[in-house]
């Protein structure tokens, strides 16, 4: 019984070896074919070699590595998301089609060869007969001899990514891609020197000779005359930092870190240039995504000047720094992209000036300019004139066939520049403005007349006589094409006349009028619910509008009055015109008898309540954009689009984060769109307990500074990092988050107030003044309040935030018969 019990263990083993061998070491003479999903798996299952296939070519496939466990979303005819977080790849981004294969060969390691046995790349393995190779847990594929001896690691041979336990030596580098999607060698690197001074530079492509370096971490030199650095190192611990020869070290990861144990890290120099470390939850079940923990330089459009390359951007280019610390190119007035797919790359004038007598008159009548403030080029000056005013300096630039552009300031200093401009930035200290010289009317100059031979010329009767019959062909068409438009209007006319009503009063705005069973066949039946609210339910879908696309639909819970169908679609209207880049995008609707539903594109990284109330603590870093977004999409709502809107219901629910963690608001206007009594608290309040402004209780007007007011709220929450309504909080004065963070202002305790955090506090003055402008928009008199326009001043640090007086000041007056806001706060946390 024993030995049949043990026969039919081996048994069992012997059928699992199979699919258990892709963790296991792979021999020589073993290869994997692209178009079959195959891959070498890390015995954990953490890591995986092998083919990558690409989203924008299904026939071409990347050799690489990538994370195995990181869930991998699905590609469907709807969407672009990406398959995997991929650490590294074949250098330059070699591509190979389909049925390639890569083969471990005994004398040159791993061998990649095309469909029809091209040789594309192989291993550099110096010396050494390979025996086997292995996928470890640590990311690093490596290839050994019979003795175990290391001939070739995936580690010492990197491409934009290094990770945990990986260490760069002097020389080594780590190049960019050209885009995100696109892996050949990109215009930026990282590089430890030889002097042990670790930079980013550009490259100029298609060689490899690096400019100055935009960043360094030893810029002085210091640690040439001391101890020079010797390796670039980032740990197990998830710390990364250069080690120097005497082993002492420059910490690059600044802020306390997640711990490796339950977080993946990876650090990698982006496309355009910022080298940044990331971490992800590895057991989180909820939206993972991977966080940015620190990137370098602080600001990559103004970093450490350099005076060859074109810069961060392509020449002629100007470069502004987005709220996630990341850059972004656009092309001044009058020039356009090199290469309408690359925008980082270079912008080209829509014009030239001709140098000499040629032109087609006077430059005056040829040429204006653009201004521009807080723009500058610093590296194409090639002139300077002072004292000069603004008018003969754009004179001077007028009549000088070399200048592009002129810089006018206030100390009269006309600073001239020609083409290509290099290293353009945005920066609102810059002193002066930039006049950009453009042909009028942004045409091309006419090309110049050229005779017509004598022999070609017919005989001028003919060429009469010819003429004449051209004419009469040519008006008798066009009788008949004028004919034929004419009943095609008509037609159309009749065909559009007997269209439900309904269908012709959103003609004003861009929106699409959906059927009901569109949208019940987009989103399955309604089957995938994103979140439900006061105003309806939220429905996953996917539909295709001009392109495939993810949205969100919501069912609304409309009560229909007399005319409400009318008041529907043009309030639909009113939020259809809005565009901004802090307001999730109203995409279509749909009215047909009780179904009223409006759809919205769908953002992938969800709301801003899980990402500031989940597991893990986002940083600081992270959070200050976010303040930024939905204080100039408030702004927008209330002074800046065609029709003042009030959103009335402003809370971490309704803030979107998108693919790069911009604040996008959503569910604004729709407060216009219901009867008052479907508020989601008391009658005639619209709002959410806890964020709700005082006037809503007390019978007062309702103006824009109700948003104002729950702004505020909501950024004492993005401060801290908890809701500001919490009944399970043991300590009470904490249970009201706007109450708790007064008195921690005013006990000078804010260290508290975001539980230590490292990076908070070492800006401390940043958020002192956010706590400030918080306590300012959360008076109980609205006229207290600032404007959206005033809050953002403060917060840029743009004007002087005063002291704030006491936001609850009906709260002391005890004897009074109104309602104080503390007191309904404190009720409304029992029925939450």
Known sequence: MASF???????????????????????????????????????????????????????LYLLAIWYAKIPQRTIVWYAKIPQRTIVWYVNEGILAPKQSKVELNSSQGLVLTDDRGNLLWTSPIKSGVVASGSMRDSGNFVLQDSSSDMLWESFKDPADTILPGQVLDRGMILSSRQSETNFSKGRFQLQLQEDGNLVLATINLPSTHANQPYYESDPEGESNISSPGYQLVFNSSGYLYVLRENNQTVMLTQTGTAPTTDFYHRARINFDGVFTQYYYPKTYTGNRI????????????????????????????????????????KCPAGYSLLDPNDSYGACKPNYTQICGEDEDGPVENLYDF?????????????????????????????????CAVAIINSAFQCWKKKLPLSNGREKTE???KALIKVRVGNVNPREPYMPVPEKNVKNKDDQILIERVLLGCSAFFNFLTLSALCLGFFFIYRRKSTKAPYQSNIVE????????????????????????????????????????????????????????????????????????????????????????LLVYECLSNGSLSSFLFGEMRPSWSMRIPI???????????????????????????????DDYYNARISDFGLAKLLVLNQSQTLTAIRGTKGYVAPEWFRNMPVTVKVDVYSFGVLLL??????????????????????????????????????????????????????????????????????????????????????????????????????T???HETSLSVASI
Not at 306 to 326: A, M
Not at 519 to 547: P, Q
Not at 744 to 770: H, N, Q, T
């Open 627 to 657: 303040v930024f977004g939905i204080a100039r999409g408030l702004l927008y709502l209330h002074e800046e689009c065609s029709t003042q809107i009030i959103h009335c219901d402003i809370k971490p629910q309704n803030i979107l984060l």
């Open 820 to 822: 104080t806001l503390k």
């Open 430 to 432: 810059i002193d002066g």
């Open 5 to 59: 019990l043990l026969h039919l263990i081996l048994c069992l083993l012997l059928f699992l070896l199979p699919s258990c061998s892709v963790a296991q070491t792979v021999q020589e003479g073993n290869s994997l074919t692209a178009a079959e999903n195959s891959s070498w798996i890390s015995p954990s299952g953490e890591f995986a070699f092998g083919f990558y296939q690409l989203e924008s070519n299904k026939d």
């Open 717 to 818: 929450e993005i401060i801290c990092c908890r809701k500001s309504v919490d009944p399970k909080e043991s300590i009470p004065e904490k249970a009201i988050l706007t109450d708790w963070a007064y008195d921690c202002y005013c006990e000078g305790s804010l260290d508290a107030l975001v539980e230590y955090e490292p990076e908070a506090l070492k800006d401390r003055a940043r958020l002192e003044r956010f706590v400030m402008v918080a306590i300012w928009c959360i008076q109980e008199d609205p006229s207290l309040r600032p404007n959206m326009r005033q809050a953002i001043r403060m917060l840029e640090g743009v004007c002087e935030v005063p002291i704030p007086p006491c936001p609850f000041p009906f709260s002391l007056q005890t004897d009074t018969p109104t």
């Open 370 to 402: 653009e201004e521009l403030t807080n723009i500058n080029w610093p590296e194409g000056d090639y002139a300077l004139l002072q004292p000069f005013s603004e008018e003969q300096c754009r004179q001077s630039c007028l009549l000088d066939c070399m």
């Open 290 to 329: 991977w966080i940015p923990l620190w990137s370098i330089p602080d600001n990559i459009c103004i970093s450490n000047p350099v005076t060859t390359g074109s810069g961060t951007c392509g020449y002629n280019s100007i470069c502004s720094l987005q709220e996630n610390q990341r850059p972004s190119c």
């Open 509 to 596: 705005t861009n929106l699409r009028c959906f059927t009901y069973n569109e949208l019940l066949e987009s989103t399955d039946g309604f089957n995938e619910e994103l979140g439900r609210g006061a105003f309806g339910v939220v429905y996953k879908g996917a539909l295709w509008i001009g392109s495939g696309v993810l949205v969100a639909v919501k069912k609304l819970h409309l009560v229909m009055q007399e005319d409400g169908l009318k008041e529907f679609k043009t309030e639909v209207n009113v939020i259809g015109q809005t565009h901004h880049k802090n307001l999730v995008r109203l995409l279509g609707f749909c009215d047909e008898g009780e179904q009223h």
